[in-house]
T-cell receptor, first 110, second 117 residues
Framework: RKEVEQDPGPFNVPEGATVAFNCTYS??????FFWYRQDCRKEPKLLMS???SGNEDGRFTAQLNRPSQYISLLIRDSKLSDSATYLC???????????FGGGTRLMVKP | GAVVSQHPSRVICKSGTSVKIECRSL??????MFWYRQFPKQSLMLMAT?????????EQGVEKDKFLINHASLTLSTLTVTSAHPEDSSFYIC?????????????FGPGTRLTVT
């Protein structure tokens, strides 16, 4: 089993919709998680850090479910500009990085 | 803040030659830098982790003699692809992370697109 797994999608949603996707992890020692977005042929950009149960930033909400070992990303009121691939990654308590998940592709359509 | 630059952004080289890619943290001290490779429509693959002043730790399957990493200062790491072959053509991305007190977020450089002919 991979350390970090994501549904590759694509998730096709209409503009204005709310969409959520999960990232599951296998290492129970994982302490911190991050969501990145990556546009085609570009580098990943940090979207949100999750150090405790969750984090919220505008239309974006990340939640961490430790018993079930997954983190979720919720995007409300989707914009066309939200179309991208969303990557998650976790760190264990030694600060060592787990591998990135394969990414979930989101396509927001007019 | 937290800007990482990478140079060159694009390079085309002939098979058998070596290519050096630079990764710089511009406004923070990067105690750890990571090098990734990404093939089209695939996920990021971690190649190696380097801590300033130490030898890099390579992921399984990555040849350390082919991909030379130097992290001589807190703001600069270099990746040299030696004796490049067409199968080394890929998107190489570095990321940098500060010390534990600054959080564990990684900040990525813009990437280097390598084409080996």
């Amino acid at each position: 089993r991979k350390e970090v797994e994501q549904d590759p999608g694509p998730f096709n949603v209409p503009e204005g919709a709310t969409v959520a996707f999960n990232c599951t992890y296998s290492n129970s020692a994982s302490q911190s998680f991050f969501w990145y977005r990556q546009d085609c042929r570009k580098e990943p950009k940090l979207l949100m850090s999750v150090y405790s149960s969750g984090n919220e930033d505008g239309r974006f909400t990340a939640q961490l479910n430790r018993p079930s070992q997954y983190i979720s990303l919720l995007i409300r009121d989707s914009k066309l500009s939200d179309s991208a691939t969303y990557l998650c990654v976790g760190l264990n308590n030694a600060g060592n990085m787990l591998t990135f998940g394969g990414g979930t592709r989101l396509m927001v359509k007019p | 803040g937290a800007v990482v630059s990478q140079h060159p952004s694009r390079v085309i080289c002939k098979s058998g030659t070596s290519v050096k890619i630079e990764c710089r943290s511009l406004d923070f001290q990067a105690t750890t830098m990571f090098w990734y490779r990404q093939f089209p429509k695939q996920s990021l693959m971690l190649m190696a982790t380097s801590n300033e002043g130490s030898k890099a730790t390579y992921e399984q399957g990555v040849e350390k003699d082919k991909f030379l990493i130097n992290h001589a200062s807190l703001t600069l790491s270099t990746l040299t692809v030696t004796s490049a072959h067409p199968e080394d053509s890929s998107f190489y991305i570095c990321s940098a992370r500060g010390s534990a007190g600054t959080g564990y977020e990684q900040y990525f450089g813009p990437g280097t697109r390598l084409t080996v002919t």
